[in-house]
C-alpha cells in the first residue's frame, strides 16, 4: 500500500491504518517468530494474548487508544522480559522479522513512515533485551512507560 502521504499531524497510529492493521502486522509477525529456528528458544508455544497485546502497545507507542497502559501496565512488559536472556542474533532476527512483516502486511512503506517503524522497533528490541538480562532492579532500562513514538525529524534544507 505505497503512495500515501502524511496529513498534517496525522499519527503514527493513523497513518499505519489504525488497530486492524496493527493487529494483521503482529499476527504475521508473531507466526514468523513462532517458525524461526534462532527465535523457537524464546517463543516455544504460542500465547493467546500476544497478538492483541503487542498490537496495544504499538497503537498506544503509535499514538492510538491506551489500553495498553490501561489494562496491563508497563511493569507488565517489564515482567515478561525478565529472564529471557535475549542474545544479540535473537534481537536482530526479531527487528528483522518485525521490518519483513511490516510490508507482508501492506502496511504504508513510505520512507517517514518505515524510518519511524525502524527506529521504535530498535529501541524497544534494545529495552526488551537489557530488561531480559537485568538481575536487579538497577539494571533495568529506565523506561518505565509506553514510549509516544514520533515522526522522524524532516532533513533541514536550509543547510
Ligand atoms: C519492540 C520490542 C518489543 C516489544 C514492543 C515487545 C512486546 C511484548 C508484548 C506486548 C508481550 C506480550 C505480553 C503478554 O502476553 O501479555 C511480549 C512478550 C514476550 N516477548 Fe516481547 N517485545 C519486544 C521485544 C522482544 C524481543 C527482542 C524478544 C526476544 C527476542 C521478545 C520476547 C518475548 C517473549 C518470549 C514474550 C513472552 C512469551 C509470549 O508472549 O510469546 N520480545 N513482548
Not at 71 to 88: A, C, P, Q, S, Y
Not at 108 to 120: I, K
Request: avoid cysteine; charged fraction near 30%; hydrophobic fraction near 35%.
Amino acid at each position: 500500500m505505497a503512495e500515501r502521504r502524511v496529513e498534517g499531524n496525522e499519527s503514527l497510529y493513523d497513518h499505519a491504518g489504525g488497530e486492524e492493521a496493527l493487529h494483521r502486522l503482529e499476527e504475521l509477525f508473531y507466526t514468523k517468530a513462532l517458525a524461526d529456528p534462532v527465535l523457537r528458544a524464546v517463543f516455544p508455544r504460542r500465547q493467546p494474548h500476544h497478538v492483541d497485546h503487542l498490537t496495544w502497545f504499538t497503537a498506544e507507542s503509535f499514538g492510538g487508544p491506551d489500553r495498553f497502559s490501561r489494562e496491563l501496565g508497563f511493569r507488565h512488559l517489564i515482567d515478561v522480559h525478565r529472564n529471557l536472556k535475549i542474545t544479540d542474533e535473537q534481537r536482530e532476527r526479531f527487528a528483522a522479522l518485525y521490518l519483513e512483516s511490516l510490508r507482508e502486511a501492506g502496511l504504508p512503506d513510505d520512507e517517514r513512515f518505515l524510518g519511524a517503524v525502524r527506529s521504535h522497533i530498535e529501541f524497544g528490541t534494545r529495552v526488551a533485551q537489557q530488561n531480559s538480562h537485568a538481575a536487579s532492579e538497577d539494571e533495568l532500562h529506565p523506561l518505565r512507560e509506553v514510549p509516544h513514538w514520533q515522526w522522524p525529524e524532516a532533513p533541514d534544507r536550509s543547510l
